[in-house]
């Protein structure tokens, strides 16, 4: 295929939908253990609430980017532009923000209780309540436009990694959907590396931002000057080496158990 060009079948959000909480399932699975390496048994210690989260949330972002697609797509035989595919990763990222977002904001505040000793929550439910008695729904989604310039450019970057990386390692004369496991799991591992070299930085700002008491900074620009003047640039990859040895196994997973749901569906209902 040249030209940057994607050749696509009929995009079917409802398939990326389901395929995609499978997927999620699967980056859970295979990133869990590396945040909880203490023995065999606890592996997967603990799962079952972040699966709750995630594989919604996975699921949300294929159904954005499957959104995305169809709504550039006229013609199913005609292909889809990178720069196309790009803008429906981007779309998937504001999706995932309108949930992520609160539910990080949550997390993040418990975070700081559990290090500073001090119970102020009794868990995500009470913080959340807790918020916006407080404040209000602007409380709950603070940090929503930093959660947004991590996720909409970085989710663009995420999946046009995937289907850029799908083509080229796709033999001459051969399907894309041909395409053998272990360069499945290849071009995802890449993609979810190459995510947090984008996402990383802003998350870092974000998680500042959002568990700062209220006034202490009056935004975006506020929060990377302080962390420059205290910390240094080397501040904003905080967490670096535990993000990118996670973000391969995980996002690898998290394609292949998209891909084999996905001709799944394809086989079970075509006509979806």
């Known amino acids: 295929m040249g030209n940057g060009e994607l050749a696509e079948k009929r995009i079917s959000p409802l398939k990326n939908f389901a395929a995609g909480g499978v997927g999620g399932a699967c980056l859970l699975f295979a990133g869990h253990p590396l945040d909880t390496i203490k023995g065999v048994l606890g592996l997967y210690k603990g799962m079952g609430a972040p699966l709750a989260g995630v594989a919604p949330m996975m699921a949300i972002s294929f159904f954005g980017f499957g959104l995305g697609k169809q709504l550039q797509q006229s013609d199913p035989s005609q292909p889809l532009t990178y720069a196309q595919v790009y803008l429906a990763g981007c ?25 500073g000793g001090q119970l102020r929550y009794a868990g995500p ?13 602007r409380s709950v989604y603070k940090g929503t436009v930093l959660t947004l310039l991590r996720d909409v450019p970085s989710n663009g970057l995420y999946f046009l990694t995937y289907e850029y990386l799908k083509n080229l390692l796709t ?54 000057r302080e962390l ?32 084999f749901a996905l001709k799944g569906l394809n086989w079970l209902a075509p006509s979806w």
Do not use: H, M
Not at 93 to 113: D, S
Not at 125 to 137: E, F, H, K, N
Not at 230 to 259: D, H, I, M, S, T
């Open 91 to 115: 779309l998937a990222g504001v999706f995932t923000t309108i949930i992520v977002a609160p539910g990080e904001r949550v997390k993040c505040l418990l975070q700081v209780q559990a290090n």
């Open 125 to 137: 439910l009470d913080c959340a309540v807790s918020l916006y008695r407080q404040q209000g729904i």
């Open 171 to 224: 033999a001459e004369g051969e399907s894309v959907s041909q395409l053998s496991t272990p360069r499945i799991l290849l071009a995802g591992g890449v993609a979810g590396i190459l995510n947090w070299v984008i996402a990383l930085p802003p998350d870092v700002l974000k998680s500042n931002f959002q568990t700062a008491a209220d006034g202490r900074y009056r935004g975006l620009v506020d929060v990377l």
């Open 228 to 259: 420059l003047k205290e910390e240094g640039p080397r501040a904003l990859y905080k967490g670096f080496n535990a993000v990118f040895l996670r973000a391969f196994p995980a996002n690898a997973a998290c394609f292949l158990g998209f891909e």
